[in-house]
């Protein structure tokens, strides 16, 4: 079992930048594939950022491109996504996943990732 807790999140006003943690325990693996997803209400989950722990490959929603960067820190088993010009539609609530035998790949849909945290909430006020 893998156990991923988040932290980061907040209230932060249009133009600011928050930092999201997902700190990793449990079993793991250097082939997992690591993502940040995010859920509005009423909304569905919707893929944010991914990044491969074995290849330290990276992709990124189109709507966050060149706003959000993710990153891990393999030493401290933690993974971040830095979220730079917040909007107020980048409020949501913000999950850390896993994927286990990702062979080197990222992966974009929810369905492909096994574990989840309990999310962080992050509010962009106008």
């Known amino acids: 079992q893998v156990q991923l807790v988040e932290s980061g999140g907040g209230l932060v006003q249009a133009g600011g930048s928050l930092r999201l943690s997902c700190a990793i325990s449990?079993?793991?693996?250097?082939?997992?594939?690591m993502g940040w997803f995010r859920q509005a209400p009423g909304k569905e989950r919707e893929f944010v950022a991914a990044?491969?722990?074995?290849?330290?490959?990276?992709a990124y929603a189109d709507s966050v491109k060149g706003r959000f960067f993710i990153s891990k820190d393999s030493a401290k088993n933690t993974l971040y996504l830095e979220m730079n010009s917040l909007k107020p539609e980048d409020t949501a609530v913000y999950y850390c996943?896993?994927?286990?035998?990702?062979?080197?790949?990222?992966?974009?849909?929810?369905?492909?990732?096994?574990?989840w945290g309990q999310g962080t909430q992050v509010t962009v006020s106008s």
């Open positions: 996943t896993a994927r286990r035998g990702s062979a080197g790949g990222t992966y974009s849909r929810a369905s492909d990732y096994d574990y």
């Open positions: 449990g079993r793991t693996f250097s082939n997992y594939c």
């Open positions: 990044i491969n722990w074995l290849s330290d490959s990276k």
